[in-house]
């Protein structure tokens, strides 16, 4: 069974883009088509608008770069950590 996800705002290399919806079959996104092609026979499910992107989710961050978030918390290491992760591909991270 094929699942649609659709009227979502996809948002890739800095653009936000609509009209778009996500074939997933397998557990795997298969494709990216026009919300107006999708198949009858698939299973749809409408994300109300909502944003999706890919990205890395890392749930136990500990450093970058050489500097340790753990222990003794410094600015620098949360800095650090924040700029690596994202030039690294991260979405997004929660800061303690």
Known sequence: M???????????DGVITRGKAILISEGKITDIISDSTIPQDAESVDLQGAFI????????IYGTGGKL???TPEE???EQMENGMLSQGTVGFSRP
């Open 76 to 78: 620098a290491a949360l």
């Open 53 to 60: 992107a890919s990205g890395l989710i890392d749930l136990q």
């Open 2 to 12: 094929t699942t649609i996800l659709h009227n979502l705002q996809l948002i890739s």
């Open 69 to 71: 978030f753990a222990g």
